[in-house]
C-alpha cells in the first residue's frame, strides 16, 4: 500500500497563477484533510471532507478551494497564488470512526514568487 | 477554545541523554491527547496517544502520561537516539471537532 500520496512534489508559482495540488489515498478511509506548515505556527487545516461528498472550512480557508472527487482523491485549489501562500502542505487521511489517527502523505513545498 | 501549548525548540541532545518535551493544554471536558513525529522530508506520524486521565501511552520508547490535574501531556525518553531527531507534535482531538496542533518541537541528537 502506498499510503497517502500528494503530487507533485515541489512546485513554483508566480503570483496570479492557478495550480491544482493532487491527494490520494488507498486505505479505504472515508475523512480526508489538507494542512499548511509554516514555520513557528504548526500546521493548519485549510479543509476538511469527513466523508465522500462533503467538505468543510478549517481554520485558514481563505484563498483555497477543495474537490472531493471520490472517496480516494481530495484536491487543493489555488484560484490565484499569493506569495503569502508560501508554504509545505500535507494532505492527510483517517477513519471516521478514529478521526485523531491520521496518516499524512509526504508533502507539497509551493513558493509563490 | 481548545489549544495546545509546547515547549519552543530546539532541543539539542547529545545520545543516550534524557528527553522531556513539555506540552500542555486548555479545554473543556475530557479531550483525547496526542505526539505526532514528522522525520525530515516525511509527513506526521502517530506516536503515541492517551484517551483518559492518568492513561499512558508509550511506542518506541517514548512515553506520554495524561495529568489532567496539571492538563499536560509531557513527552519523555530515557535515552535518545540519533535517528529521533525529529520534529514532534503534541495533539489535542474532541469529537465534534478538528484534531488541534501545537507548534512543534524541533530534536536535534547528535553522537
Known amino acids: 500500500n502506498a499510503g497517502v500520496t500528494q503530487t507533485p512534489k515541489f512546485q513554483v508559482l508566480k503570483t496570479g497563477q492557478s495550480m491544482t495540488l493532487q491527494c490520494a489515498q488507498d486505505m479505504n478511509h472515508n475523512s480526508m484533510y489538507w494542512y499548511r506548515q509554516d514555520p513557528g505556527m504548526g500546521l493548519r487545516l485549510i479543509y476538511y471532507s469527513a466523508s465522500e461528498g462533503t467538505t468543510d472550512k478549517g481554520e485558514v480557508p481563505n484563498g483555497y478551494n477543495v474537490s472531493r472527487l471520490n472517496k480516494r482523491e481530495f484536491s487543493l485549489r489555488l484560484e490565484s497564488a499569493a506569495p503569502s501562500q508560501t508554504s509545505v502542505y500535507f494532505c492527510?487521511?483517517?477513519?471516521?470512526?478514529?478521526?485523531?489517527?491520521?496518516?499524512f502523505g509526504p508533502g507539497t513545498r509551493l513558493t509563490v514568487t | 477554545g481548545n489549544s495546545v501549548t509546547q515547549m519552543e525548540g530546539p532541543v539539542t541532545l547529545s545520545e543516550e541523554a534524557f528527553l522531556t518535551i513539555n506540552c500542555t493544554y486548555t479545554a473543556t471536558g475530557y479531550p483525547s491527547l496526542f505526539w505526532y513525529v514528522q522525520y525530515p522530508g516525511e509527513g506526521l506520524q502517530l506516536l503515541l496517544k492517551?484517551?483518559?486521565?492518568?492513561d499512558k501511552g508509550s511506542n518506541k520508547g517514548f512515553e506520554a502520561t495524561y495529568r489532567k490535574e496539571t492538563t499536560s501531556f509531557h513527552l519523555e525518553k530515557g535515552s535518545v537516539q540519533v535517528s529521533d531527531s525529529a520534529v514532534y507534535f503534541c495533539?489535542?482531538?474532541?469529537?465534534?471537532?478538528?484534531?488541534?496542533f501545537g507548534k512543534g518541537t524541533t530534536l536535534s541528537v547528535s553522537s
Open positions: 492527510a487521511s483517517s477513519e471516521l470512526a478514529e478521526l485523531y489517527e491520521q496518516y
Open positions: 495533539a489535542l482531538w474532541q469529537a465534534g471537532t478538528a484534531l488541534i
Open positions: 492517551a484517551t483518559k486521565a492518568d
